[in-house]
């Protein structure tokens, strides 16, 4: 079997490297093969033979993957001297597919809430109008803060193999992004029967009514794909923030917002009216399984 | 509608009747059948039971609320035109049909066991209940109301409204009904109003 | 003679600047030339958010920046005489997932971010199995910091970027299986600890009180002992050997030591000064080189990390090492690689400590937005040491909020003639491989540190 490597630059513009930590917490066979099926040519925190100017002179990029918020400015963030933009069209103009890895690089995320750099941006703010020659997909943007390891995974391999991807009217993978953060987790008997969580800290109750949870209008896979193999936050117990949405982060993000205790944000497409209707008649059945507690405190101490 | 419906309407209009005026168990089904013209035989085709017909009827009745309550919620007016807008059409249904609302008060509040399997909670007056809870979340999402638990809200709607039904159904205002409708509905817009505004 | 730099893999940049004399370096300086801007974007939020914020500050110690802000929001009710009860449960759970996320940092500075370069210092091709992404160590790494990670994400939901502490406890509810999964993950921690790290027992390892015991190590430490003591690192790096750790945990203790006196930490004397600094929204001076501000305590420079923590918690072993051959890039390297043992085996300890039947949370009686002012401080002991957290706060709203991270103390600019702890260690090395070394043996988060 003759193996091509397709090249990889990764680069990281204004970021907490958040993402490529989430990259080193993938699964780790699948983490192995990435590096044997890929050529990660370079990446500012992980090779060390390879510098930024090789990664200029490099003839043709198979992919770039772009990592943190983009400025036209050099007042307070340039990447070895270069300014972001310059070098990301540089970049750019080499690229056969280009990534915007996490809610910064491709909307701008935290970054952009920094008002005295008015031009933090995402990536394809900046590239979209741009004509690039060798780009065979128009950008693709993983969000998520950070981005899942899995959908990186997922859409490099997938290229590789298949060289185009459904994207959606945000250009994320289509088949990652479709579903909500809602879809699968294991608090969703909680929300059909609207059981609101009693408070932070306990395994039984919903966490969309009081804790803010943006689970049913958020676009991710989360609770399909699983964190770290084992996890997500709202199983867990920690509200979904919305993460992988343009409006990250949006305010008191911990909180439902509601006039006169009804949500002011219904599920994603739900007609107001239908889902208080809804709400109304589910309430009205108190169900003893899911207001009680699924272990009691008793138990642990008769144990 | 088909003509079956049609015929299920009639008959619940002229339970309520029996109902709000003889109460609920002192009204039998020959005693419906009978003002319908009906054998007793035939209204059992329409309806099961007294209680089923009790429950439709229930539903039946919050559904003309609700129905005009939705109305005025799709208007492009404040909320406060909202609150004074569905308190006169509330009170005209008071003088106008005042065996609705007297079955409302004196069946469905008064006798709950006819109605604990099925109809308990919102399940019979939901529809009316989601467009109060409609008009209090446009009302303070446009700051023109104040943020509060929406039960306090929705009874202070309520229990106002239903008040007055209880206060002219036993005949003890001194006006004609609707004289007092700006004024009820001045309270329960005040009662919830922004400080703000 | 000046010599330029930029040094990567240090989470983000920094650039060295040297000036050379006599093949020496005679003056370093290290410039971040990278601001985020941080503190700014926390003003006028609301005050919960901000445990959503303050972890994005950094990907690879997110929740030391979450512990601090939690702790530091939980404060405001103490200064305010009304504090908050929080089980001892929540309290574990959050030290918890702190130390596993050390762990982890520990492991990966280690093989990802030295290891690589001192072993470059060896032309020896044994040393091959170091090399970055082809290496079988480097691969080795990231494997058991995937899995390590994986009992954090149990409590947490996921990692990076959790923010399940709240002021009040924490979000989740472990279950027993829960913790039992977590020991196991940490199991794997010990087993790589002795089977790549150290060919040592860990029980064993850690009752080493000697300078001998170096002797009866193997694997990656005993290759690293030997690279250093060929390329001298035992001899180089040492920088003011001033030592402060302002937060205490289950296994540091707080202090400070200066000339071998340990004397108890008073917060208030922390400072941060930006005189050799930029300035946000102020043209650049001539003397402003960094977006590193410095760190002061009572106007002295301090070194803080792994190494200011084995010291101040008079753990033998590293005292021992640290007798002979100082704050050098071997010591200092060492006593990460040390701390990794102790944190595994104190945190296996604590989650045995968890008392499941406890609350998680208990909601807060007062909201912040009924507080009409107030301010805070908390500090952490994070992977790279001491971060400090202070909030002043308006009915609920942050109206300013300033972090000071381990980095800052260790890698900020001199002031005033007096140099910075990571310059007065890079002062007189005779080459620029060894400058680089010393520069990353503080374990430089450049994201951190200009945040």
Same mark, same amino acid.
């Given at each position: ?172 993978? #289509? ?117 009680? #507690?699924?272990?009691? #405190? ?6 | ?197 | ?46 005050? *919960? ?196 750790? *302002? ?63 084995? *010291? ?24 990460? !690689? ?54 002043? !706060? ?16 260790? *890698? ?40």
């Amino acid at each position: 079997m003759t193996r091509h490597k397709p090249k990889i630059v990764w680069l990281q513009a204004i970021t907490c490297n958040g993402n490529t930590h989430s990259l080193l917490s993938s699964n780790s066979s699948r983490f192995e093969l990435f590096l044997n099926s890929f050529d990660l040519f370079y990446h500012p925190s992980l090779t060390t033979d390879t510098s930024l100017d090789d990664a200029i002179n490099l003839e043709n990029i198979d992919f770039l993957l772009i990592e943190g918020a983009i400025t036209s400015s050099s007042d307070y963030f340039t990447i070895s001297d270069n300014n972001i933009l310059d070098l990301l069209i540089k970049l750019a103009n080499k690229a056969s597919y280009i990534i915007s890895v996490g809610s910064c690089a491709s909307f701008g995320g935290i970054h952009a809430k920094f008002d005295e750099d008015k031009s933090i941006k995402g990536v394809p703010d900046y590239l979209n109008n741009l004509e690039l020659n060798n780009l065979k997909q128009k950008i693709i943007n993983l969000t998520g803060c950070p981005v899942h390891p899995e959908w990186i995974l997922q859409t490099l391999f997938t290229l590789k193999n298949n060289k185009i991807i459904l994207l959606d009217d945000k250009q994320r993978p #289509k088949e990652i992004y479709y579903g909500l953060a809602h879809h699968g987790c294991t608090r969703n008997e909680y929300f059909e029967w609207k059981v609101e969580a009693k408070s932070f800290g306990v395994k039984e109750g919903c966490l969309f009514y009081e804790q803010g949870c943006r689970g049913p209008m958020t676009h991710s896979n989360c609770n399909r794909v699983l964190w770290n193999d084992v996890n997500t936050k709202t199983r867990a117990g920690m509200p979904c923030i919305g993460c992988t949405e343009f409006d990250f982060p949006r305010e008191n993000m911990l909180e439902t917002k509601k006039n006169i205790g009804i949500p002011t944000q219904v599920p994603l497409g739900i007609n107001k009216r239908a889902y208080l209707t809804i709400t109304g008649v589910a309430k009205t059945f108190k169900i003893d399984r899911l207001n009680n #507690k699924l272990i009691n #405190k008793e138990e642990y101490e008769n144990s | 509608m088909s003509a079956k419906e049609v015929k299920k309407n009639s008959i619940i209009q002229n339970a309520l009747k029996l109902f709000s005026t003889k109460g609920f168990y002192n009204t039998t089904i020959p005693d419906i059948a009978k003002s319908m013209q009906m054998s007793v035989g035939n209204m059992y085709n329409y309806f099961a039971s007294k209680e089923e017909l009790a429950k439709y009827a229930i539903k039946y009745s919050t559904n003309i609320l609700a129905k005009q309550l939705r109305t005025i919620n799709h208007m492009d007016i404040s909320c406060k035109e909202k609150i004074f807008l569905f308190t006169r059409e509330y009170l005209e249904n008071v003088k106008d049909s005042p065996e609705v609302i007297e079955y409302f008060l004196r069946v469905y509040l008064s006798n709950r066991e006819v109605f604990a399997q099925g109809c308990e909670g919102f399940l019979c007056v939901s529809e009316f209940v989601t467009e109060v809870m409609i008009l209090l979340d446009e009302g303070a999402e446009k700051n023109e109301l104040r943020q509060q638990e929406f039960f306090s809200a929705f009874s202070m709607v309520m229990g106002c409204l239903g008040g007055f039904a209880f206060l002219s159904g036993e005949k003890v205002l001194d006006k004609d009904l609707l004289e007092y409708s700006d004024s009820v509905a001045e309270n329960i817009y005040r009662a919830l109003k922004s400080d703000k505004t | 003679m000046k010599t330029v730099d930029i040094i990567e893999r240090i989470e983000g940049e920094a650039k060295l600047v040297c000036s050379w004399e006599n093949s020496r370096i005679s003056d370093a300086r290290i410039e971040f030339l990278n601001f985020r801007g941080f503190e700014y974007i926390l003003k006028d939020k609301p005050a *919960l958010d901000t445990l959503i914020y303050t972890p994005r500050i950094c990907g690879i110690c997110g929740q030391a920046h979450l512990k601090a802000t939690v702790e530091a929001l939980e404060n405001i009710y103490t200064n305010i005489n009304e504090p908050l009860e929080v089980t001892n449960k929540a309290k574990l759970l959050r030290e918890i997932g702190l130390n596993i996320e050390i762990i982890d940092s520990h492991i990966k500075w280690f093989y990802m971010f030295i290891m690589p370069d001192i072993a470059k210092l060896s032309s020896d091709i044994k040393y091959e199995k170091y090399k970055a992404i082809k290496g079988s160590q480097w691969l080795n790494a990231s494997k058991i910091t995937s899995e390590i990670i994986k009992s954090l994400a149990i409590i947490g939901g996921q990692w990076p970027h959790t923010s399940y502490m709240v002021p009040g406890g924490v979000m989740s509810d472990p279950t027993l299986l829960d913790l039992t999964s977590m020991q196991n993950y940490l199991d794997q921690a010990v087993i790589f600890f002795e089977n790549s790290l150290t060919g040592v027992d860990i029980i064993d390892y850690l009752s080493f009180d000697n300078i001998d015991s170096l002797e009866k190590l193997d694997y990656a430490l005993k290759d690293f002992k030997n690279i250093s003591f060929e390329n001298e690192l035992e001899k180089i790096g040492k920088s003011y050997d001033s030592h402060i750790v *302002l937060a205490s945990s289950s296994l540091f203790e707080s202090a400070k030591i200066k000339t071998k006196n340990k004397h108890k930490i008073d917060i208030n004397k922390v400072k941060e000064e930006n005189i050799n600094s930029f300035k946000v929204n102020s043209t650049k001076k001539d003397n402003e080189y960094t977006w590193s501000k410095t760190a002061l305590y009572n106007n002295e420079f301090y070194e803080t990390g792994p190494l200011s923590r084995a *010291l101040v918690s008079n753990r033998s072993f590293i005292k021992s090492i640290h007798k002979e051959y100082k704050d050098s890039v071997f010591t200092r390297v060492f006593a990460r !690689m040390d701390e990794f043992a102790h944190l595994l085996i104190k945190t296996k300890d604590l989650i045995s400590k968890i008392d499941i039947s406890q609350e998680s949370y208990i909601k807060p009686k007062y909201s912040y937005s009924e507080i009409e002012h107030a301010s805070s401080i908390s500090t952490v002991e994070a992977a790279r040491g001491s971060l400090y957290h202070k909030i002043i !706060m308006e009915k609920g709203i942050i109206k300013s909020y300033d972090v000071i991270t381990p980095t800052v103390w260790n *890698l900020g600019p001199g002031i005033n003639a007096k140099l910075g702890v990571a310059q007065k260690a890079i002062i007189g090395v005779d080459s620029l491989e060894k400058a680089q070394i010393i520069l990353r043996s503080f374990d430089v988060c450049s994201v951190c540190t200009t945040h």
